[in-house]
């Protein structure tokens, strides 16, 4: 299976730049799709295919990467983004996700 | 709008199945896969399979294949998963989530169902 593995948990002030990475163990081509998640709701498409933004999904986040290196960047950061953040591939079966990057605000 | 709207929680018996339900409207439901995702609680996301609804094929990750049997129902828009043979390792949530054919992202999410199994 693909193992895809993230950045762990990061703390940052509103207005900051973060970026959350995510390595795949083999090659995924730019099917990498980025997800966000708060406690008790379903996951959220952000970021599909690496680097195109989901309908409705503030400019503030972006995507970049091909291959096996990919990132998330959120800029400017705002409180409501306080989530868990994973990538998930979908071009070799099985589909597999990340373990997550948990997203604090100081 | 779309809308899956899931079943709701289920406190089962360990060794006993439950069969959980995803209703889909507002797209066409025979032009997405209909995947099924597990979440444990506080930790990530598992992909266990998914569904054409158009034809009935499944795939399923390798250790899913002798736990979950996903069906689809076209007439009434609902995709199904049975969970068979339950342990206290099944307790999670389950969400049921949508996407177009091929390598596409999920694009749709329902709210998810916990399932607890527990004597």
């Known amino acids: 299976d693909t193992v895809l593995t993230q950045s762990p948990a990061l703390a940052v002030s509103p207005g900051e730049r973060v970026s959350i990475s995510c390595r795949a163990s083999?090659?995924?081509?730019?099917?990498m799709h980025w997800y966000q998640q708060k406690p008790g709701q379903q996951p959220k498409l952000l970021i599909y295919?690496?680097?195109n933004l989901a309908s409705g999904v503030p400019a503030r986040f972006s995507g970049s990467g091909s291959g096996t290196d990919f990132t998330l960047t959120i800029d400017p950061v705002e409180a409501d983004d306080t989530a868990t953040y994973f990538c998930?591939?979908?071009?070799?079966?099985?589909?597999?996700f990340g373990a997550g990057t948990k997203l604090e605000l100081k | 709008e779309v809308l899956l709207q899931q079943s709701g929680a289920e406190l089962v018996r360990p060794g006993s199945s439950v069969k959980i339900s995803c209703k889909a409207s507002g797209y066409t439901f025979t032009d997405y896969y209909m995947h099924w995702v597990k979440q444990r609680p506080e930790q990530g996301l598992v992909w266990i399979g998914r569904i054409n609804p158009a034809n009935g094929n499944t795939v399923y990750a390798e250790k899913f294949k002798s736990k979950a049997t996903l069906t689809a129902d076209k007439s009434s828009n609902t995709a199904y998963m049975q969970l068979s043979s339950l342990t206290s390792e099944d307790t999670a949530t389950y969400f049921c989530?949508?996407?177009?054919?091929?390598?596409?992202?999920?694009?749709?999410w329902g709210q998810g169902v916990m399932v607890t199994v527990s004597s």
């Open positions: 998930q591939q979908s071009w070799n079966d099985p589909y597999t």
């Open positions: 083999e090659g995924v081509n730019s099917y």
């Open positions: 989530t949508s996407g177009r054919y091929g390598s596409s992202p999920f694009d749709y």
């Open positions: 295919k690496a680097s």
